[in-house]
């Protein structure tokens, strides 16, 4: 009885075997197709091990500025060919070190709290910051002043919800230069983990427009110096 259902078990496969050989394909070939994005790992954990870390490196050009730039730094690969509208880093602040290889060289000392972003774009393709920052600063319900803080006026910025109350969901920190215009902003979340960079910081310098992500706590009264470090930084890989 074993052996019989075993041939019908053998005569089925084959059958079925055939059926794929012939009509797989026209069944198959107009399946919807997966169009999900590849997600992919971070550029700076393909560095190779074997070669030293300074031979490795992308060679740029954003906004008329020749970089070249160390792997380790860089989270997405810039794009084929030399010349750049956008660059994503990975720091560590506020030295605006690589948060990569600060990790790798003393993995027991890396603190999350301590690392962000930093992407780089070509002011000449983005809105004046004053644009960027009202289309955001009036997207909610409310917004209430506070005194400044750290030269920088500060904003609660309030959403309400159907069947809820009044809910803090944002602040913003501006700076202003002597005519009233906006030379920097800061947009923060509220209520995100605190180990996590949970402010953005905005501005432009020598024809390129930064977006700097950091931990709010640790890190807002140097805004200063992290401004000055990420600038400094792409002036460091400048001109090699």
């Not at 005569?11 to 999900?36: E, R």
């Not at 989270?75 to 600060?102: C, F, H, M, N, T």
């Not at 310098?205 to 700097?212: N, S, T, V, W």
């Not at 805004?223 to 470090?229: A, D, F, I, T, V």
Request: proline content about 6%; overall charge neutral.
């Amino acid at each position: 009885m074993i052996r019989k259902n075993f041939k019908i078990v053998l005569i089925v496969l084959g059958i079925v075997s055939v059926f794929a050989a012939f009509f797989g394909y026209d069944l198959f070939k107009n399946a919807p197709k997966n169009n999900w994005p590849i997600m992919e790992l971070p550029a700076y954990t393909k560095i190779n091990p074997h070669k030293p870390l300074e031979e490795q490196f992308y060679d740029v050009e954003i906004a008329g500025r020749s970089l070249r730039i160390p792997s380790i730094y860089f989270i997405s690969a810039p794009e084929k060919g030399l010349k750049q509208k956008d660059l994503l880093l990975a720091v560590r602040w506020p030295d605006a070190a690589s948060s990569y290889q600060v990790k790798l060289e003393n993995p027991a000392a890396f603190n999350q709290q301590l690392t962000g972003n930093i992407l780089i774009q070509e002011a000449a393709d983005k809105p004046p910051l004053k644009v960027s920052m009202e289309a955001l600063f009036n997207n909610f319900t409310k917004q209430e002043r506070f005194d400044d803080v750290y030269g920088l006026e500060k904003f609660n910025l309030y959403r309400t919800y159907p069947d809820k109350p009044l809910l803090l969901k944002n602040q913003m920190f501006i700076k202003r230069n002597s005519q009233g215009d906006v030379t920097d902003f800061i947009y923060c979340a509220v209520g995100q983990m605190d180990f996590l960079p949970n402010c953005d910081l905005f501005f432009v310098d020598e024809g390129l427009r930064y977006e700097i992500s950091f931990n709010q706590e640790k890190f807002l009264s140097e805004w200063e110096s992290l401004r000055k470090n990420s600038a400094y930084l792409l002036k460091k890989f400048e001109g090699k």
